[in-house]
């Protein structure tokens, strides 16, 4: 387990918040995702959904976050293929522009806004995993 | 063109074999083969065959893995097949096994590439190296012995990029230990590139219920360096 840099935090503090939590399953990704995204580390990003790619092999959502000052920072988040989605619960309408919604997941290691999720909470408070 | 092989395939299986999971074992016959029908997902997702490495590298071998890169040169990235074993090890999708006496079908979701195993002939002679080889298969008592020739160098053995020949040679014996348990024992063999046999089991669960969804690899593919 990798402890989060201070930097990293620093970073996008008032809407990203990076814990310790070792992570299991979430191996619904098609391609090499570990090569991507720093899977010992979680992070829980919220923000406000802009749109949702409902696709093969891989779905995204694109969303925007807040810092502390305002500004909105681009993120978006890798999910797994559709079918897997299917069977976890989710549907090509689950998202829709305007929802909020926090983000947890394993944030990319270059430290872009980019995110592999594994579990999402949305406005209703109903949670939905990326995998089953 | 793969979508319609695959397509063909479930047809003509549909009409000739009882593909269901409710059926299997229940119905077999004394002394007739198990069923190995149905949807099976692996167990644990493990997509490296060392995992902490120590792979038995011959040189050829260890400097074609030294050149392998998971975020450029991963053949998945470019959506082509996975070959064998990374096929039946480092996916996590389901598969589904459609068995007729003489040929024995793998349908696998996430590559949507079929692999056809015959019962009923030896391997031909002067193979056109392909991504999934020609696979021959013959029962031994309750186990499904499937011996695979043929492979193009395209393709990993693993997702961690462990390289392989033209020579590789790939072993299965697929036996159906309890009604929801799938369990496939693979061995290894590339004297080009690898030292010694190398080995792995994978244990996959019946997922009742389940039906091979569409997945088309090249729809929103952010990943491929054929694009680039």
Known sequence: ?132 | MRNFLILSAMAVAATLAPSHAAHAQEGTKPGAPPDLSGVWLVEKFQPRLFPSGGAPFTPWAEAKFKATDLQTNDPNLACLPMGVPRFMIAVPYPMEILQMPTRIVIIHEGPQVMRQVYMNRQHPKDLDPSYSGDAIGKWEGDTLVVDTIGFNDKTWLDGGGLPHSEALHVVERIRRVDHDTLVDDITVEDPMAYTKPLTNRQVYKLKAGWEIQEYVCEENNKYSYQAK
């Open chain 1, 1 to 132: 387990m990798r402890t989060p840099t201070r930097k990293g935090m620093l970073a996008f503090s008032a809407t990203a918040i990076l814990s310790l939590l070792s992570l299991a399953g979430s191996a619904y990704a098609h391609h090499g995702f570990v090569s991507w995204f720093d899977m010992s580390r979680s992070i829980t990003v919220k923000g406000t959904v802009t749109s949702f790619d409902w696709t093969n092999p891989h779905s995204y959502i694109y969303f925007d976050v807040k810092d502390d000052k305002g500004a909105v920072q681009k993120w978006s988040a890798e999910l797994g293929a559709v079918a897997m989605l299917a069977r976890a619960g989710w549907r090509k309408d689950t998202l829709k522009p305007g929802d909020e919604i926090t983000l947890i997941g394993n944030p990319a290691k270059d430290a872009k806004p980019l995110m592999h999720l594994d579990k999402i909470v949305l406005a209703n408070g109903q949670e939905l995993a990326t995998a089953l």
